[in-house]
């Protein structure tokens, strides 16, 4: 999407880390932003240091009759989204299947992939409806590899999004509008301390991470980036090609197997 034509931007989990970053790249290139956020106290705090430009909701992406009040809400303040980032996350919880409850299974699908339908079932037919605009879903390069123990509830989520994603990019193609799967690598946020505030369960997570090079801002930037070539894919951290290749590579040989026998 030509981004000089946008002028409104509809970011979930907006008020910290990647969704905050995306907001400024947005703001800097002079387009109107809603934040919506879980946490009304950051909300208030982002919003008031960011000018007339940027406006808060107040939004937990579960709750499908809240996603309805903050879009119309925000489209009466700014006009119809252009850009809607379905962003809102919470972290892994660093227990392997068989020793995490399921209620710390369920509060990982209900915000990482059901917040993203959610957001879709909001905004999508309207968006075919205009013909315009890009929507960015964020996965991780745990959507789109499985990796260590502990990850496995984030993963199931996310390869749901990133599949989501690739769906709706191909279903909304035809209609003039985009969609992007947003990958992240390992980003310093506050997605440890975020996720124990709204009650997930997070063992060691903190202490897990290794250092960051990319910072929200470089990420931000990216998706602004992401949006304006129409990419289907935003990959923050290329490394990930290595496992995505060794699944690929472990696919191709389960189907050479079946040609031969
Ligand atoms: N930081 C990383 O390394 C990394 C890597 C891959 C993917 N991601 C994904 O990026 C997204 C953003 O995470 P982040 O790292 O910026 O974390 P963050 O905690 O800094 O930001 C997430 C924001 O989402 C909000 N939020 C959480 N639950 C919500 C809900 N139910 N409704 C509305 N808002 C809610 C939080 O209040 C917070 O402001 C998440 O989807 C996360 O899974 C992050």
């Known amino acids: 999407m030509d981004l000089c034509t946008a002028k409104h931007a509809f970011i979930t989990g907006g008020a910290s880390g990647l969704g905050l970053g995306m907001a400024d790249a947005f703001l800097k ?3 109107n932003v809603t934040i919506a956020d879980i946490d009304a106290e950051a909300l208030a705090a982002v919003t008031a240091s960011r000018g007339n430009n940027v406006r808060g909701a107040l939004l937990d992406v579960r709750n499908r009759e809240q996603w309805a009040k903050a879009k119309a809400e ?5 006009g119809p989204v252009d850009i809607l980032c379905c962003n809102a996350g919470i972290s892994p919880n660093g227990r392997e299947f068989a020793d995490m409850t399921l209620e710390s299974f369920d509060i990982i699908l209900a915000i990482n992939l059901g917040g993203v339908v959610n957001g879709i079932f909001a905004f999508a037919a309207d968006f075919r409806e205009r013909g315009r605009g890009h929507i960015v879903v964020t996965s991780s390069q745990a959507g789109l590899i499985t990796t260590v123990g502990g990850v496995g509830a984030y993963s199931v989520a996310k390869f749901g999004v ?32 975020n996720t124990v505030k709204i009650g997930g369960d997070v063992r060691q997570y903190s202490a897990a991470m290794p250092e960051s090079t990319i910072g929200a801002a470089d990420v931000g930037e990216m998706v602004a980036d992401g949006v304006a070539q129409d990419a289907a894919y935003i990959i923050t951290h290329k490394d990930v090609w290595r496992g995505v290749e060794k699944r690929m590579l472990g696919i191709k040989a389960a189907c050479d197997y079946r040609l031969e026998n």
């Open 29 to 31: 290139r002079g387009i």
């Open 74 to 78: 925000a489209e009466a303040a700014c």
């Open 162 to 193: 990133t599949a989501l994603g690739e769906q709706l990019r191909r279903e909304m193609a035809p209609h003039g509008v985009g969609v992007s799967v947003l990958c992240p690598g390992y980003v310093q946020t506050n997605l440890g301390t």
